[in-house]
């Protein structure tokens, strides 16, 4: 028998105070499944609307005609109820509490200060000519005007796609492309661990490449004051622009579908995707779950720790603790600037009560030991999240015991992009925990574990993890390519959506995600397609042929494995292995770094010429005993040359 998880019961007192405490939880939820329509409609009066919405819930998953609506008769305005709604009753409570990178630097921006400047910024972009529909790219570090430039494209009805600014040139300009953005925000640099980045320049060399030149503003905020260059035709400063605005503009009425944002990500195939979100329902669903899955409640400082660029920022930073009324710490550096103890030190300094952040980033803390919180008492701490990746119970444990003094409830949140908000979780007063289960849906998501033909599985079991019905937040489409959308997510079984992740569902009924079963890597939290670097990699003269795979890692939860099949005239060297490196760094971005290269004379191959990713996933690992069949392969012996010269021992 396997050993049974330790599980960590609610604490009644907890209960007593929360949203909702379990009884609550089985009710709400099982009238959210019985009753989709009068659930959803009557949480929509959460929101103020134009228009109150009188149709609820229009939505197929038929692969034949995938057709996502919610509320679509209603009207409103995302920016509207993230800010003009608060003023009366809040307008002077902060909304944003700002921590520089270099911990002397912050900043409190209250509910009123935002309105107000969001409106400046919102006529500033009218006044380049921007209007509804139209597309803005925000490749921003993490300040304030992220989040400002974000709601002013929402107050306005521009869709922002917002880029992480990790990413290289390239692939910040395929994405203003993919977008067609008329319009980039960006600082001149962004400051992380003491280090500068130069946004400025990275957008300066993407607007070099193709297609782009339909680009013909770049807003600059001026975060450092480095050197930039300076383009009089298209670059303007954002103080000049946005300062002699008025702090007043009327909110645009969006149709509920209108879209909110477009925000890229990988998938296993082919360029990155850009998820559509529209208003009413991503609205709804991202304040929902920040007010029960984090149990938010008025006056509590909540920090997300994730960027802006990815969807946690976008649903947990911005839209949802705002849409509540929240005051949202937003946090500029890394956690081990200037020292390790940083992380606890801002919990002390700004009294956090809810803190959510990455599996990677406690075990990057957890490698330096436990005394790296002596510098702080975390007290204040109420709550504890975690998403991105599965977290492994060691760092669950130190995430409890040492950040949260063993008396803080985590909720481990599974979700993704396309999902808009989060869809397997505890709710901290309601369900009992055990360390690296995401265990129960959310009000209105409907899990259902698949076999490989489509079969649903009952019980205790594993299998492909799969939506049964959809629910507000979901992504309507692929940007330009619904398509795509179709055969990712509804071809693979009828009828569903398919999440790209396997799982595990216990005796209690509790999910356990075991990670992708797609060739999409999860590196530090960051997912990324094996395909993007491989195609990067062969752009190189000297790779014949790459595969990429991931493989286990203490800290990014999953590194970047290699094989690299070289042309025929290129002998492998220690400068070459580092010029790759730095080739796929500057291509895509630091996140895509690769951990490990091995030379490969030759890539295991079915005789229909697939590389069998399974074996060298395999080797990567280190698990050479037991690669189970290779009689398919077309040469067999490319499999012991491989493993006799795997670099991961
Ligand atoms: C929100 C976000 C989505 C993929 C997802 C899954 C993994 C996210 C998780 C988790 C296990 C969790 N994932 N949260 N796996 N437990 N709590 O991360 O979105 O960047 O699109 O990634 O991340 O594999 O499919 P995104």
Same mark, same amino acid.
């Given at each position: 028998m396997t050993e049974q998880p330790k599980v960590y019961p609610v604490e009644e007192d907890f209960a007593a105070n929360a949203w909702a405490n379990n009884e609550t939880y089985l009710s709400l939820y099982q009238r959210s499944v019985d009753d989709p329509e009068g659930f959803w409609a009557e949480q929509a009066e959460s929101l103020d609307w134009f228009k109150a919405p009188t149709k609820i819930k229009n939505t197929s998953f038929a692969a034949s005609n995938v057709d996502i609506r919610w509320f679509e008769d209603g009207e409103l305005n995302a920016a509207y109820n993230c800010l003009d709604r608060h003023l009366e009753t809040r307008g002077d409570q902060p909304a944003i509490i700002w921590e520089g990178d270099d911990p002397g630097q912050d900043k409190t921006i209250t509910y009123r200060e935002l309105h107000a400047e969001v409106c400046r910024l919102s006529n500033a972009l009218k006044e380049m000519g921007v209007t509804k529909g139209d597309t803005v790219t925000l490749y921003m570090p993490m300040i304030p005007e992220a989040s400002v430039a974000m709601l002013a494209c929402a107050r306005i009805g521009a869709i922002h796609s917002v880029v992480f600014g990790g990413f290289s040139p390239d692939a910040l300009a395929q994405r203003v492309v993919d977008a067609q953005s008329r319009v980039v925000i960006t600082a001149d640099e962004s400051v992380r661990g003491g280090k500068h980045v130069p946004l400025k320049d990275n957008v300066d060399a993407a607007m070099?490449?193709?297609?782009?030149?339909?680009?013909d503003k770049v807003l600059v905020v001026r975060r450092t004051g480095g050197d930039i260059e300076w383009h009089d035709d298209r670059d303007v400063w954002y103080h000049e622009w946005v300062e002699r605005q008025s702090s007043e503009c009327p909110a645009e009425k969006m149709n509920a579908e209108d879209a909110l944002f477009i925000l890229y990500t990988s998938g296993s195939t082919g360029r990155p995707k850009g998820l559509k979100h529209t208003t009413g329902g991503y609205l709804l669903y991202a304040a929902l779950t920040h007010r029960y899955v984090f149990d938010y409640h008025e006056g509590e400082v909540y920090w997300c720790?994730?960027?802006?660029?990815w969807v946690t920022g976008h649903s947990y930073i911005v839209y949802g603790p705002l849409a509540n009324g929240a005051t949202t710490l937003m946090f500029e550096g890394v956690p081990s600037y200037p020292s390790h103890g940083r992380l606890g030190e801002i919990i002390d300094k700004h009294q956090v009560s809810i803190l959510y952040t990455s599996p990677t980033a406690i075990r990057a803390l957890m490698a330096h030991g436990?005394?790296?919180?002596?510098?702080?008492?975390?007290?204040?701490?109420r709550v504890l999240g975690s998403v991105g990746e599965p977290i492994n119970p060691e760092a669950w444990s130190w995430f409890h015991r040492v950040i949260g003094s063993s008396r803080c409830p985590i909720v481990d949140t599974w979700w993704q992009t396309e999902t808009g908000g989060i869809m397997i979780t505890p709710l901290p007063g309601a369900t009992d925990l055990k360390p690296g289960s995401a265990t129960r849906p959310f009000f209105g998501v409907r899990p259902a574990l698949l076999d490989n033909e489509g079969n649903v599985l009952e019980g205790a079991t594993s299998g492909n993890l799969v939506i049964l019905d959809s629910w507000?937040?979901?992504?309507?489409?692929i940007w330009n390519d619904h398509e795509r959308f179709v055969q990712t997510y509804?071809?693979?079984? $009828?009828?569903v959506y398919f999440t790209g992740d396997g799982c595990r569902r216990d005796e209690d009924g509790y999910y356990w995600i075991t990670g992708r079963i797609d060739d999409v890597l999860n590196v530090s939290g960051h997912r990324m397609g094996t395909a993007e670097i491989e195609s990067s990699l062969v752009a190189h003269s000297a790779v014949a042929e790459a595969a990429v795979v991931g493989y286990p890692h203490d800290i990014k939860g999953q590194g970047i494995y290699i094989y690299v099949t070289l042309g025929d005239d290129v002998e492998p060297s220690e400068e070459l292995r580092k010029e790759l490196t730095q080739w796929v760094r500057k291509d895509i971005g630091p996140i895509a770094t690769p951990d490990v290269i091995q030379w490969a004379p030759g890539l295991p191959k079915t005789r229909s010429g697939k590389i069998m990713r399974r074996i060298l996933r395999k080797i990567a690992a280190n $698990?050479?005993?037991?690669?189970?069949?290779?009689?398919?392969?077309?040469?067999?012996s490319v499999v012991d040359e491989l493993i006799e010269h795997r670099a991961n021992r």
């Open positions: 070099t490449r193709d297609g782009t030149d339909i680009v720790s994730a960027d802006v660029g436990e005394d790296i919180m002596d510098s702080s008492q975390r007290d204040s701490l507000p937040g979901q992504a309507r489409t509804f071809s693979p079984y $009828e009828g $698990e050479c005993e037991g690669l189970g069949d290779t009689s398919t392969l077309a040469d067999p």
